[in-house]
């Protein structure tokens, strides 16, 4: 089936860092990746929509300074997390689907990021 | 994108079957119902999707109703590693996902 690798699956940082996280396609190109963020005990929130070759869309409420997403590649999309604070501590994970609409999306592991 | 209603929880038991409702009663014409599922700290699997028809594949099959209105996913023999949050997703292919707060299944032996 369909892989979706990310990377990495668990940071740790000081306050004020920026991070950047890797969500890549292993067997398919992804022409759209979806980026979400998880807080304990809530379901998954959509953050953006990251079409490759053109600026991301952002949800409502979603800084695109604070998030920046690059799809420069049909399998690469990165997340940068900029001067992170301990609020942006969440399990952010993204999906990626293929240009054929009868595929759904698949999903990645999911990565861990705590600041302190 | 319609919204979904699903039960919080429910508790099934090991080797017997595992029948998962879902209500879409907003769904529109060229709305796909997906199934996915969350095993604790790790990100969504994809289990099955269908349009109209009834579909099975090597994990579940999915029961969609005549009228389209509602769903139920079938996991054939639940075992223990089954369990999970699983969201039952309503959107057009090639769109975002919305999750709502799924149903926690808790397979017991």
């Known amino acids: 089936g369909a892989v979706v690798s990310q990377h990495p699956s668990w940071v740790i940082c000081k306050s004020g860092t920026s991070v950047k996280i890797e969500c890549r396609s292993l067997?398919?190109?992804?022409?759209?990746m979806f980026w979400y963020r998880q807080f304990p005990k809530q379901s998954l929130m959509l953050m953006a929509t990251?079409?490759?070759?053109?600026?991301?869309?952002?949800e409502q409420g979603v800084e695109k300074d604070k998030f920046l997403i690059n799809h420069a590649s049909l399998t690469l999309s990165t997340l940068t997390v900029t001067s992170a604070h301990p609020e942006d501590s969440s399990f952010y994970i993204c999906?990626?689907?293929?240009?054929?609409?009868?595929?759904?999306?698949?999903f990645g592991d999911g990565t861990r990021l705590s600041i302190l | 994108d319609a919204k979904t209603t699903q039960p919080t929880s429910m508790d099934c038991a090991e080797g017997r079957a595992a029948n998962l409702p879902c209500n879409h009663s907003?769904?529109?014409?060229?709305?796909?119902v997906y199934w996915y599922r969350q095993i604790h700290s790790q990100g969504p699997q994809y289990i099955i999707h269908?349009?109209?028809n009834n579909e099975t594949n090597e994990m579940a099959s999915l029961i969609i109703t005549e009228d389209r209105k509602s769903s139920t996913l079938i996991l054939p023999h639940a075992t223990l590693r089954d369990t999970a949050v699983y969201y039952c997703?309503?959107?057009?292919?090639?769109?975002?996902?919305?999750f709502g707060g799924g149903t926690r299944v808790l397979v017991k032996p």
């Open positions: 907003t769904i529109s014409g060229n709305e796909y």
């Open positions: 269908g349009l109209k």
């Open positions: 067997d398919f190109q992804a022409t759209t």
């Open positions: 990251s079409n490759e070759g053109s600026k991301a869309t952002y």
């Open positions: 997703i309503v959107s057009t292919a090639g769109n975002k996902l919305t």
């Open positions: 999906s990626a689907k293929s240009p054929y609409s009868n595929q759904p999306q698949h």
